[in-house]
Nanobody, 116 residues
Framework: QVQFVESGGGLVQPGGSLRLSCAVS????????MAWYRQAPGKQRELVAT???????NYEDSVKGRFTISRDNAKSTAFLQMNSLKPEDTAVYYC??????????WGKGTLVTVSS
């Protein structure tokens, strides 16, 4: 019933930009704090950015100043604007809630590859 569908990934050169989207269904979106996560090859999934009901955002140190998380409650969609991309940003990006409201029903994610 709860579903997260990520999109917008692709291949981009270092210094480039991408905008990821996350379509959410099965929850009352306006009550639901959202987050973006990523998992690089051979590494654990890590939290990248969060946005809470009041609009407060937080970012992992390595993406501060480069990434911006936002949401459109009318469309039940979260976004991640990624600028100044680096090769170390290469990962599969996922959206989900924030613990303890992070759900086990992860989406397929969207692959971001930063390479020349």
């Amino acid at each position: 019933q709860v579903q997260f569908v990520e999109s917008g990934g692709g291949l981009v050169q270092p210094g480039g930009s991408l905008r990821l989207s996350c379509a959410v269904s099965g929850v009352i979106f306006r009550f639901y704090a959202m987050a973006w996560y990523r998992q690089a090859p051979g590494k654990q999934r890590e939290l990248v950015a969060t946005i809470r009901n009041g609009g407060i955002t937080n970012y992992e140190d390595s993406v501060k100043g480069r990434f911006t998380i936002s949401r459109d409650n009318a469309k039940s969609t979260a976004f991640l604007q990624m600028n100044s991309l680096k090769p170390e940003d290469t990962a599969v990006y996922y959206c989900n809630g924030i613990s303890p409201n992070r759900l086990d029903s992860w989406g397929k994610g969207t692959l971001v590859t930063v390479s020349s």
